[in-house]
């Protein structure tokens, strides 16, 4: 199946730092992107949909200027975590639906944001 | 109401034994069903997927799709120790772009 990576798998910052979580489809190009957040033993929650070459749609109560997304390329869609605080810290994973194909989504291995 | 609704669990049974795992939701322009498997600190992964109503075997896997109901279901023959996860059913109205709407998962503990 399609490949769609995650990178950092694992992250710790300080609160009031901004980080970088970079989500890549290896194997197929990918014109929308999902981001979502998962709490533990909770499912998941759609962020945003990343679309390549225009502005993300967001999910309503989602903080655009907080959760700053950018899908530049084909293969490659970055959450960007503003001045990040301890309620951010969650486990977000991005997917990607093969274009044309068939609805299911091809998920990344997810990252785990702490903020201390 | 939940467009998706879907049971948490957590439900253990012991090894071999039949699993059924089931949503229902409101949205009757979902088309497209599927289900998908977490383990603990991973992303989903893709374990079946069905269009429109029907049934769908792939292995020790089976899924159903009744959307007259709005109900579907995905059954495990002969579960192992290591079919333990979380399972999320997902449905969609359509394909590429479209939002995939998620169930709370149902975790799953076989007892070897």
């Known amino acids: 199946g399609a490949v769609v990576s995650q990178h950092p798998s694992w992250v710790i910052c300080k609160s009031g730092t901004s980080v970088k979580i970079e989500c890549r489809s290896l194997?197929?190009?990918?014109?929308?992107m999902f981001w979502y957040r998962q709490f533990p033993k909770q499912s998941l929650m759609l962020m945003a949909t990343?679309?390549?070459?225009?502005?993300?749609?967001?999910e309503q109560g989602v903080e655009k200027d907080k959760f700053l997304i950018n899908h530049a390329s084909l293969t490659l869609s970055t959450l960007t975590v503003t001045s990040a605080h301890p309620e951010d810290s969650s486990f977000y994973i991005c997917?990607?639906?093969?274009?044309?194909?068939?609805?299911?989504?091809?998920f990344g291995p997810g990252t785990r944001l702490t903020v201390l | 109401q939940k467009e998706v609704e879907q049971d948490p669990g957590p439900l253990s049974v012991p090894e071999g034994a039949i699993v059924s795992l089931n949503c229902t939701y409101s949205?009757?322009?979902?088309?497209?069903f599927m289900w998908y498997r977490q383990y603990s600190r991973k992303g989903p992964e893709l374990l079946m997927y069905?269009?429109?109503?029907g049934n769908k075997e792939d292995g020790r896997f089976t899924a159903q799709v009744d959307k007259s109901s709005k109900y579907i279901s995905l059954f495990i023959r002969d579960s192992q120790p290591s079919d333990s996860a979380t399972y999320l059913c997902?449905?969609?109205?359509?394909?590429?772009?479209?939002?995939?709407?998620f169930g709370a998962g149902t975790r799953l503990f076989v007892k070897a």
């Open positions: 990343s679309n390549e070459g225009s502005k993300a749609t967001y």
């Open positions: 069905t269009y429109s109503s």
């Open positions: 949205n009757s322009a979902f088309q497209y």
């Open positions: 997902a449905m969609s109205e359509g394909t590429g772009g479209f939002k995939t709407i």
């Open positions: 194997d197929f190009q990918a014109t929308t």
């Open positions: 997917s990607a639906p093969l274009a044309g194909g068939p609805s299911e989504q091809f």
